[in-house]
């Protein structure tokens, strides 16, 4: 078990505090942050996925110490305290509900219950790591995320959870897709690229030119503060960094040099598509609802799947509430979900194929660019209300 005695932390003075940390507990659980500064979620992008940490041993000239650790993290905020890209793509958002006065109970109580139900949560967690140890050698992905060995994890382990097969990557998908657009309304620099290529496919000039032109996108305030880049420099530094959550959203980077030792950046916005009438997606089979494996076999849940019905609803992760507007969706290619959606469809065989889940071949398109299945996880708004009726009578 963790040897930890604090089960939640305050964030660490410096990095060698942190890795001090990490090589002392299992798991690092950092509460009540209302900010992560830079430095800091670095060291936890790194710690989340293996890093190490190298200094000078106490007592000593030349004699080195070195802390290598990696170990899952807990971050708990009222704030939106992730923005930064490399940590918010290694990340799961979670925002919890707030619990009604009158559904409260004393801490005795919780603890009571939760004594009570441990015996069953633990085994229900051995029967899925049981499972999952069976199948990971045999799980194979069309497409990886960015934790590529926890989605691997998840889905062999599915057979053994309580949703269907194939679920959990649709509902990681709309996840991710949640921290892209998190992590580009909080960027200046990448929300003044996407107002710069609003009504155009492309642009190309240089940092300074690229400075210059985002200058008309932003307000004086906003160019006055801390957080927007002083020198053409610092502006493709910060271009390169949100280059990953732009190309899903929709815009490729590219840094082309010059003979004349300058750095012409490209921007071009992949056009969309939409055609004239949405085709009727076609009912999910069972290979489409139960993972495959690279040894033949298929995964298959309690009972197995009427593939006469619809395909079933994927699972909610504890960052979504139970609605239509943030609920689990099916994706083609890389999902999103959030706020008013775009109403602009695409034909899903016209790039990334239809919809690993349901075959479905109709889109809407996220604020962030990305591609949701409409069949799957329809966008509420009245247009599409009132389009649904007509098509019922």
Request: charged fraction near 25%; aromatic fraction near 6%; charge should be negative.
């Given at each position: 078990?963790?040897?930890?005695?604090?089960?939640?932390?305050?964030?660490?003075?410096?990095?060698?505090?942190?890795?001090?940390?990490?090589?002392?507990?299992?798991?690092?659980?950092?509460?009540?942050?209302?900010?992560?500064?830079?430095?800091?979620?670095?060291?936890?992008?790194?710690?989340?996925?293996?890093?190490?940490?190298?200094?000078?041993?106490?007592?000593?000239?030349?004699?080195?110490?070195?802390?290598?650790?990696?170990?899952?993290?807990?971050?708990?905020?009222?704030?939106?305290?992730?923005?930064?890209?490399?940590?918010?793509?290694?990340?799961?958002?979670?925002?919890?509900?707030?619990?009604?006065?009158?559904?409260?109970?004393?801490?005795?109580?919780?603890?009571?219950?939760?004594?009570?139900?441990?015996?069953?949560?633990?085994?229900?967690?051995?029967?899925?790591?049981?499972?999952?140890?069976?199948?990971v050698n045999h799980v194979k992905l069309d497409r990886l995320p960015r934790m590529a060995d926890f989605a691997r994890w998840v889905v062999a382990c599915e057979p053994a959870l309580p949703?269907?097969?194939?679920?959990?990557?649709?509902?990681?998908?709309?996840?991710?897709?949640?921290?892209?657009?998190?992590?580009?309304?909080?960027?200046?620099?990448?929300?003044?690229?996407?107002?710069?290529?609003?009504?155009?496919?492309?642009?190309?000039?240089?940092?300074?030119?690229?400075?210059?032109?985002?200058?008309?996108?932003?307000?004086?305030?906003?160019?006055?503060?801390?957080?927007?880049?002083?020198?053409?420099?610092?502006?493709?530094?910060?271009?390169?960094?949100?280059?990953?959550?732009?190309?899903?959203?929709?815009?490729?980077?590219?840094?082309?040099?010059?003979?004349?030792?300058?750095?012409?950046?490209?921007?071009?916005?992949?056009?969309?598509?939409?055609?004239?009438?949405?085709?009727?997606?076609?009912?999910?089979?069972?290979?489409?609802?139960?993972?495959?494996?690279?040894?033949?076999?298929?995964?298959?849940?309690?009972?197995?799947?009427?593939?006469?019905?619809?395909?079933?609803?994927?699972?909610?992760?504890?960052?979504?509430?139970?609605?239509?507007?943030?609920?689990?969706?099916?994706?083609?290619?890389?999902?999103?979900?959030?706020?008013?959606?775009?109403?602009?469809?695409?034909?899903?065989?016209?790039?990334?194929?239809?919809?690993?889940?349901?075959?479905?071949?109709?889109?809407?398109?996220?604020?962030?660019?990305?591609?949701?299945?409409?069949?799957?996880?329809?966008?509420?708004?009245?247009?599409?209300?009132?389009?649904?009726?007509?098509?019922?009578?």
């Amino acid at each position: 078990m963790d040897p930890a005695t604090a089960p939640v932390r305050t964030t660490p003075r410096d990095e060698r505090d942190l890795m001090i940390a990490a090589t002392n507990a299992w798991v690092l659980a950092f509460d009540n942050l209302s900010t992560i500064p830079a430095w800091l979620s670095d060291a936890l992008s790194r710690i989340a996925t293996g890093g190490g940490f190298a200094t000078r041993a106490l007592y000593s000239d030349s004699d080195e110490v070195i802390f290598a650790a990696t170990r899952p993290l807990a971050l708990n905020g009222i704030d939106e305290v992730v923005s930064r890209h490399d940590l918010l793509d290694r990340a799961l958002i979670l925002n919890l509900p707030p619990i009604p006065e009158e559904r409260r109970r004393p801490e005795e109580t919780f603890w009571r219950e939760f004594e009570d139900a441990r015996p069953r949560i633990l085994g229900a967690l051995l029967d899925a790591v049981a499972e999952g140890l069976k199948n990971v050698n045999h799980v194979k992905l069309d497409r990886l995320p960015r934790m590529a060995d926890f989605a691997r994890w998840v889905v062999a382990c599915e057979p053994a959870l309580p949703w269907e097969p194939g679920a959990f990557m649709g509902a990681y998908a709309a996840n991710r897709a949640e921290a892209v657009d998190l992590a580009l309304e909080s960027d200046l620099v990448a929300s003044a690229i996407r107002e710069l290529l609003t009504g155009r496919e492309v642009w190309s000039g240089t940092a300074t030119e690229l400075l210059e032109a985002l200058e008309e996108y932003t307000t004086d305030r906003q160019r006055n503060g801390r957080t927007w880049p002083r020198s053409a420099r610092g502006l493709a530094g910060r271009v390169r960094r949100a280059a990953t959550f732009l190309r899903t959203a929709g815009i490729d980077v590219e840094f082309t040099p010059t003979r004349a030792k300058q750095r012409i950046i490209t921007l071009r916005q992949r056009m969309q598509t939409t055609p004239p009438t949405p085709p009727t997606p076609p009912k999910a089979t069972q290979a489409q609802l139960n993972p495959v494996f690279e040894d033949g076999g298929v995964g298959g849940g309690v009972g197995g799947v009427d593939v006469s019905t619809p395909p079933p609803t994927p699972p909610i992760l504890p960052t979504q509430k139970p609605s239509v507007e943030a609920g689990s969706a099916c994706v083609g290619g890389v999902g999103g979900v959030g706020g008013v959606l775009s109403h602009s469809y695409l034909d899903g065989a016209a790039e990334t194929g239809p919809c690993p889940v349901c075959s479905g071949g109709r889109f809407w398109i996220s604020r962030a660019g990305s591609r949701i299945c409409e069949a799957c996880h329809p966008p509420e708004s009245e247009s599409l209300v009132a389009r649904r009726e007509v098509l019922a009578r």
